[in-house]
């Protein structure tokens, strides 16, 4: 059984990602700060498949505790990183924090990574860095663009330090997915998305307005050349996001890759306005939304979706679920959270 080490594996992508390698039979190694998450959430993954991940507490950013966590596990065949801050405000207000917990950590476990045997990693990356690309849907040869926040410009650089090491240390194979827009929950309801406060995602905030939370979301914007005048963005069902980091993880290990640093975009290829998200919030739950348009939000780019060829053809993966799916586990999980 392959020992596969999942850092910030009890966040929203780690979590579902941490049940699908269990699924397939792998051995997880758990690492979490549990500064944006709850032990509880080992509970929902060991509820669901069975097995309970060994987890251990560890803050990435002490690089003498990730050096003893790798001398007591020389065995990890791969690893999944997802640790990182993820607050694009946030990150305008503390660009330092970011930089060090999203790169600093990131540096300290590449160091470890090339000394295993098997140096295999996939890194959380994000269509973030095509910022406002000229061409729908975006293909991962589009151009990156400067980034709007330091949370993104952490994803960039991310891959970058990732591809500059693959250059020089030859037996290290990387994968980076590049995210569109994650949502939803485990079709169960034993594991979804705890946003800390007020959500500035959509769809938490969708189903919180929807469960009494909220009072009434604001659509950020109605007059962008789109379809309704809502920006466009391709939501990706997490489950079919978690089973893309399988996929890939599978793709290092039996040394399907082409290049020792590869890219893949992990989305749906369908592109989807705020109204038709809330339009499929309403089919399927069956309620209707408080909502009102609400002046544009800076640093928003008017669409975004994936083209998913590569990924499709070369990662051999591709999502399943629908916008309606997505958004029915989304709302199965906040009643389940609020005791509706
Ligand atoms: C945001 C981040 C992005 C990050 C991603 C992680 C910004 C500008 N971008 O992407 O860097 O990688 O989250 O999931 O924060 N919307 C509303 N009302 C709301 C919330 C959102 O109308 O209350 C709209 C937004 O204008 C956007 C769409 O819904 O058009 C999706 O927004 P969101 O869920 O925040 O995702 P992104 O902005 O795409």
Same mark, same amino acid.
């Given at each position: 059984?392959k020992?596969?080490?999942?850092t ?20 997880? =190694?758990?690492? &979490? ?7 509880s ?22 690089? /003498? ?17 997802? @640790? @990182?801050s993820?607050?694009?405000?946030e ?5 330092? %924090? ?10 300290y476990? %590449? ?26 849907? #975006?293909?991962?040869?589009?151009p990156?663009?400067?980034?709007? /926040?330091?949370y ?11 591809k500059?090491?693959c +250059? ?9 997915? +590049? ?11 034993k594991?979804?998305e ?11 905030f ?15 914007? &109605?007059?962008?050349p789109?379809?309704?005048?809502t920006? #466009? +963005? ?7 996001? @978690? ?6 993880l599978?793709?290092? =290990? ?20 705020? %109204?038709e998200?809330?339009?499929s ?6 309620? /209707? =939304?408080?909502?009102? #348009? ?10 975004a ?5 590569k @990924?499709?053809t070369?990662l ?6 629908? %916008? ?13 959270? +609020?005791?509706?």
């Amino acid at each position: 059984m392959k020992k596969i080490l999942v850092t910030g594996g009890l966040g929203f992508i780690g979590s579902h990602t941490v049940v699908e390698l269990q699924n397939e039979g792998f051995e997880v =190694l758990l690492i &979490d700060d549990l500064s944006n998450s709850s032990e509880s959430v080992l509970d929902g993954i060991t509820s669901i498949t069975g097995k309970k991940p060994t987890f251990t507490k560890l803050d990435l950013k002490e690089r /003498s505790s990730v050096e003893n966590f790798f001398k007591q596990h020389e065995d990890i065949s791969g690893v999944i990183h997802f @640790a @990182a801050s993820k607050a694009v405000g946030e990150s305008v207000e503390k660009p330092l %924090l970011y930089y060090e917990n999203n790169l600093n950590t990131l540096i300290y476990i %590449l160091k470890e990574v090339i000394g295993l045997k098997d140096s295999n990693i996939i890194f959380s990356s994000s269509c973030t860095v095509y910022g406002q690309a000229e061409k729908m849907p #975006i293909t991962e040869q589009a151009p990156t663009q400067p980034a709007e /926040s330091p949370y993104g410009n952490t994803k960039q650089i991310g891959e970058e330090i990732i591809k500059d090491t693959c +250059r020089a240390s030859v037996h290290l194979k990387a994968i980076a997915l +590049r995210y569109f827009n994650p949502i939803g929950a485990h079709s169960s309801a034993k594991i979804g998305e705890l946003p800390i406060g007020v959500p500035q995602n959509l769809v938490p905030f969708i189903t919180q307005t929807a469960a009494g939370l909220r009072d009434c979301l604001s659509v950020f914007g &109605d007059d962008y050349p789109t379809k309704d005048g809502t920006c #466009i +963005r391709d939501y990706i069902h997490v489950v079919d996001l @978690a089973k893309a980091h399988v996929i890939a993880l599978k793709r290092l =290990l039996n040394k399907d890759n082409t290049s020792n640093f590869e890219t893949f975009n992990i989305g749906t290829g369908v592109g989807s306005s705020v %109204l038709e998200v809330i339009k499929s919030f309403e089919n399927v739950s069956g309620k /209707s =939304l408080n909502y009102k #348009i609400a002046p544009r939000r800076e640093g928003d780019v008017i669409s975004a979706f994936a083209d998913t060829e590569k @990924a499709n053809t070369k990662l051999g993966w591709k999502a399943q679920s629908s %916008l309606d799916d997505a958004m029915r586990s989304a709302w199965k999980w906040e009643q389940k959270i +609020r005791n509706l």
